[in-house]
Nanobody, 122 residues
C-alpha cells in the first residue's frame, strides 16, 4: 500500500521559508509521480507541485512558480517542497499525494495522500 507521511509545516511570517517533507513507502519513483496539493478553509483543493517519474520533470501552479521547488531523494524515499518568499495566501493544509499519471490535476484528485501538514503565513 502507498503510504505518505508529511512533516515540516508551521507558522511563519510573510517572506519567510519552510521546507515540507513527504516520507513515501509502498511504491517507487519509477512507477508513481509524487506531488503536493493544498486546501484552505472554504476553498477547493489546488495542485501545487509535482515531480514526475523517469527524468523527474517538475510542474508548478502559476502562483508558486519561482518561489517553491519540489525535489526528491531516492535513497531516503522522500519528496521535499521548499517554499520561499511565503505569502499569506499560501496559508493552507498541504498534502503529499501520489498518482500514476503526472500532472497537477492528477495529484489534486488522487486518493493516495497523507494526513497533511498545516502551513500558516501571517
Amino acid at each position: 500500500d502507498v503510504q505518505l507521511v508529511e512533516s515540516g509545516g508551521g507558522s511563519v511570517q510573510a517572506g519567510g521559508s519552510l521546507r515540507l517533507s513527504c516520507a513515501a513507502s509502498g511504491y517507487t519513483y519509477s512507477t508513481y509521480c509524487t506531488g503536493w496539493f493544498r486546501q484552505a478553509p472554504g476553498k477547493e483543493r489546488e495542485g501545487v507541485a509535482v515531480i514526475c517519474t523517469g527524468g523527474g520533470s517538475t510542474y508548478y501552479v502559476d502562483s508558486v512558480k519561482g518561489r517553491f521547488t519540489i525535489s526528491r531523494d531516492g535513497v531516503k524515499n522522500t519528496v521535499y517542497l521548499q517554499m520561499n518568499s511565503l505569502k499569506p495566501e499560501d496559508t493552507a493544509m498541504y498534502y503529499c499525494s501520489a498518482a500514476a499519471s503526472c500532472g497537477l490535476d492528477m495529484i489534486r484528485r488522487s486518493g493516495s495522500r497523507g494526513q497533511g501538514t498545516q502551513v500558516t503565513v501571517s
